[in-house]
């Protein structure tokens, strides 16, 4: 009976053994990982270039015990002033064209050109100088067609109006003008409306703004409005009222 017995358990030791050894390993399979590319961080905008008018620029130059900077819409300094001059932010078509293809971008409208110590700067909206100007790298401006004025200033008995040069046929005949002479001085602003201008007037010795139909834009309350690219560059106008000090006002008279 014993020998029966360890016959028996020498006999499930091998069925046991056996069935371990007959286990097969699973096969792995490859799986194919997929690589998740990195999207570039957007810049976020920045807070302090607040846009209360859409057609301002978001920065303004401002005049500041003497030397310029940049105000935001809300007239908060973003660009401490610090410089000789500084002038909208805007293309510069002779960087836009440089031979030095690195030099290109910062002849784009993200930049504005400043100057200090008589150096010539591109600044960014941050006020960060990222670029000295050299004139090697001054390229030519490509100009587009000439957008030929439709109004011009006319003079009558020392007076100033505005005609139609297209329909203006007889000095004589009022209905020719488009402003009848009335004004002791016109001067029509380069702009990029040319159906509507903006034109500095002269009245009681005083400068404001009007339009060809007469309106008054800014009140005559000013000594004196520069005849510059202001109004085509940020829309806006230089005015003084001691004739000393310049600042910039909107279409709307509202002081920056």
Known sequence: ???????????????VF?????????????VTKTIVKKQPVAAKPNPDLVVIHQDLPVL?????NGKFGYVNQNGKFIIKPEYHIAVFFYEDCN????????????????????????????????????????????????????????????????????????KFVNAADYRDYKIYPQYQYLYIMEGDDIENPMIVASHNDRFGVIDVN???????????????????????????????????????????
């Open 60 to 64: 303004i130059p401002k005049k500041e």
């Open 95 to 166: 960087l836009l064209n440089s031979p030095n293809q690195k030099a290109r971008k910062f002849g784009t409208e993200e930049y504005a050109t400043v100057e200090k110590d008589l150096i010539s700067y591109r600044v960014d909206k941050t006020g960060k100088r990222v670029y000295q100007f050299k004139d090697s790298d001054l390229g030519k401006c490509k100009f587009g067609d000439y957008k030929q004025q439709v109004y011009q200033a006319y003079v009558l008995n020392g007076f100033y109006g505005i005609i139609e040069k297209a």
């Open 1 to 15: 009976m014993k020998n029966i017995l360890n016959f028996f358990c020498v006999l499930m030791s091998i069925f």
């Open 214 to 256: 007469n309106k008054v834009i800014i009140p005559f309350e000013y000594s004196n409005i520069k005849r510059n690219f202001s109004w085509k560059l940020g829309r806006m106008f230089e005015v003084t009222k001691d004739g000393k000090n310049y600042y910039y006002i909107d279409a709307r008279n509202k002081t920056y």
């Open 18 to 30: 056996s069935q371990t050894k007959s286990v097969k390993k699973l096969p792995v399979k490859n």
